[in-house]
């Protein structure tokens, strides 16, 4: 099966994917994370550098890991593909948005052509790539994708990208933004918290705004203060992927805890509506009718069972294993087939409503 059809399964992200992926193989171990990668130096930032760049980042794997053990996470070289306005300098910077990819990566319609339409309005665009740096292949299984590179990974390449902007002439510091698709939504709905914050980046601005394009809500993070910076999320009325009454739950949650949050749900798309994909019934797998919460020591909860636990070791290859046995855990939360696929309507108005946002924050 072409792994990109399975760009959108946000929910196999956390913990699921021996239940999830039906006849998908897992595997015993990861592949060792890159030794060349991380010797590799840093891409040093002057007002004309765009295109492919490096920056230094970590694979903390786990929440527990990232807050509470960070200096275990693995030294990661993160990478992404940098676009600038053409009116971009030292003398005139401009604000940037770093976008997070789907589950398999960047897909044709979505991260990419997103990334060229925020460089017309004037608005650099930083596409991360979560894969190459932990020796994952675009021809590797899609199950391996999901599982080589989790979403607490995502958000320390975001906020490790945040720092590398900082360092950037031609951008404005305190105009950055994050965006996330699928489970890129999630770890850009997971980056307001402030404590994570603090943990990766506690001497530059914060983002200046989130954006959530339909990253599945099955896990709710214990977010008590938020970076302050405002939420605009996009759903779809069709994307059963997406229960929109969990999503509601976390969004009142993110409110009540320092943020102003917008949500737009289009009653008639489904999942990944940007995809140059056709729209149609999909057998992915998702969950349903379940919320994994963290306890006191940020470890994952299902109905009172730690998934990870107590004195688990912190490496990347532990955790890896944790999460394939943890699978069985979820049971008869997961199900099976939403719609996915291109929705002309859906992606004409996201994009409109996007630049809105954007230009009203970013004061264009």
């Not at 044709?108 to 309005?121: S, Y």
């Not at 979403?151 to 950055?176: G, S, T």
């Not at 306890?295 to 004195?311: E, M, T, Y």
């Not at 004409?348 to 009203?360: E, G, H, M, P």
């Amino acid at each position: 099966m072409n792994s990109k059809k399975w760009s959108g399964l946000g929910a196999a992200a956390l913990c699921l994917c021996s239940a999830s992926v039906g006849a998908q193989p897992t595997f015993d171990a990861l592949p060792p994370l890159p030794k060349v990668i991380p010797m590799m130096p840093p891409t040093v930032l002057h007002s004309d550098t765009q295109g492919e760049i490096r920056f230094k980042s970590s694979s903390p794997y786990d929440l527990d890991v990232l807050l509470n053990q960070p200096t275990k996470a693995e030294a990661t070289m993160g990478m992404g593909k940098l676009l600038l306005p053409a009116n971009a300098s030292e003398r005139n910077p401009v604000p940037a948005m770093v976008i997070l990819p789907g589950g398999a990566g960047a897909i044709p319609g979505r991260e990419n052509e997103t990334a060229q339409a925020l460089v017309d309005q004037g608005i650099a665009a930083l596409v991360l790539d979560n894969f190459k740096p932990r020796g994952i292949s675009e021809e590797m299984p899609y199950t391996l994708k999901i599982m080589g590179t989790s979403e607490f990974d995502a958000v320390a390449d975001a906020y490790a990208a945040l720092k590398a902007l900082n360092r950037h002439p031609a951008i404005d510091a305190r105009r950055i933004g994050l965006m996330g698709f699928s489970k890129g939504g999630i770890a850009a709905r997971m980056s307001m918290d402030e404590r994570i914050r603090s943990k990766l980046a506690p001497n530059v601005p914060a983002f200046a705004l989130h954006v959530d394009f339909y990253g599945p809500c099955y896990a709710l993070m214990p977010t008590r203060q938020t970076t302050g910076a405002p939420l605009l999320s996009f759903r779809a009325g069709e994307d059963a992927s997406n229960d929109l009454v969990a999503c509601a739950q976390q969004e009142k949650r993110l409110r009540e805890a320092g943020s102003d949050v917008s949500t737009v749900v289009y009653a008639k798309a489904g999942h990944d509506w940007e995809s140059n994909s056709p729209r149609e019934m999909t057998e992915r797998p998702y969950l349903a009718g379940c919320t994994i919460e963290f306890n006191d020591k940020d470890f994952p909860v299902l109905n009172g069972r730690p998934l990870i636990p107590a004195g688990a070791e912190p490496d990347r290859q532990s955790r890896y294993q944790i999460r394939v046995q943890s699978g069985k855990a979820l049971g008869d939360c997961v199900k099976v087939g939403y719609i996915s696929g291109r929705d002309e309507t859906a992606r004409s108005l996201a994009r409109k409503q996007l630049l809105q946002f954007l230009k009203a924050k970013f004061d264009l």
